[in-house]
């Protein structure tokens, strides 16, 4: 799992949420199959705060862009994983999403976001950024996730 965000003060605002399941051998799930939910950040009162502007040109969605409720979003993620383990890269995005889900933190040496240039054929086709796209970042996390569990020792 992954997500993109506004942050003010330590709280993040949500705002594209993705989920990719981990596929084991022997998955008949299509390895395509994602869910991507984008939310309204309408709380989000003070704009001024947290460096709106830029954080804006970081991942190019607005604060009103949705189709969800932050709320809606969790809730349907929560239907969809159950008690099984998300696996999420940050330690700031791991607190925060531990309070919904069964959290399990991957290593921060796992994968660059910023120095991939893989998988850039996933990110979504709204016209956001592709660097800082949660759908994009999510296929990466996979990607790194399957190579580090293949070889255990490194
Ligand atoms: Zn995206």
């Not at 999403?97 to 991939?116: D, G, I, R, W």
Request: include cysteine; glycine fraction near 6%; charged fraction near 35%.
């Amino acid at each position: 799992m992954d997500f993109e965000a506004f942050t003010t003060d330590k709280k993040f605002w949500l705002k594209e949420l993705c989920i990719l399941p981990c596929l084991e051998e022997g998955d008949v799930l299509d390895e395509d199959i994602h869910y991507n939910y984008f939310i309204k950040a309408n709380d989000l009162k003070d704009r001024t705060v947290g460096c709106y502007n830029w954080q804006f040109k970081r991942h190019g969605l607005r604060y009103e862009f949705g189709d969800y409720n932050f709320n809606e979003a969790i809730r349907d993620v929560q239907l969809k994983v159950g008690n099984g383990s998300v696996l999420v890269k940050g330690k700031e995005k791991a607190l925060f999403l531990a309070k919904y889900f069964n959290v399990v933190e991957l290593p921060e040496t796992l994968c660059s976001f910023k120095k991939c240039r893989e998988c850039m054929e996933k990110a979504c086709r709204l016209g956001h950024s592709k660097t800082f796209c949660a759908k994009r970042k999510v296929y990466i996390l996979r990607d790194a996730y399957n190579k580090m569990a293949k070889k255990p020792d490194l």
